[in-house]
């Protein structure tokens, strides 16, 4: 099964990097400078930000279905990062390395299946996800510090 994995659309975040500091931290934004490699994934270009790289640390909604699985969780977006990363039938940086937790949802936003999968193990992961039946589509998270990686579609 074909899947299409795409980062998080680049204009909704550019208008933060204008703010100065204390504009962003009445957002609960923090501006950082990427400090190590990997260790600041961008979840707009879905790659780990260069070291002294400006990033911003913010809450992201990712899950807004009004059930009891909404959620939303700190990410990171670059500066730097002005397209979404988008593939299909491929992963992109920021999910190598990394545990991954995938979790299938229903068109209603309800969750029906998870599991852990690492590299290269996990294409074979999505897959499994996506044909469970019901499941409209998946997220993506590290499975250690819980954080939204991306979305996860069947490809047309």
């Known amino acids: ?12 975040f550019a ?13 609960g934004v923090v501006r950082r400078k990427a400090t190590a490699k990997p260790g600041f994934p961008c979840r707009i270009a879905l790659r780990d930000a260069e070291i002294g790289e400006t990033v ?11 059930t009891p ?6 990410i990171y977006v670059s500066k730097s990062a002005v397209a ?5 039938n491929t992963l992109p940086p920021a999910m190598l390395g990394r545990p991954i937790a995938l979790r299938a949802f229903d068109e209603s936003g309800m969750l029906l299946n998870a599991e852990i999968a690492r590299d290269e ?3 074979a992961a999505i897959e499994r996800q996506l044909a469970t039946p019901s ?7 590290n499975a250690a510090h819980g954080c939204f990686v991306t979305r996860i579609d069947r490809a047309a």
């Open 69 to 74: 699985y909404r959620s939303s969780y700190a």
């Open 135 to 141: 499941a409209a589509y998946l997220h993506a998270h």
């Open 121 to 123: 193990a996990l294409p």
């Open 84 to 88: 979404a990363w988008t593939g299909e």
């Open 1 to 12: 099964m074909s899947f299409v994995i795409s980062g998080l659309p680049a204009e909704n």
């Open 56 to 66: 911003l640390l913010l809450n992201h909604a990712h899950q807004t279905a009004d």
């Open 15 to 27: 208008p933060l990097f204008a703010l100065d500091d204390a504009a962003l931290a009445a957002r």
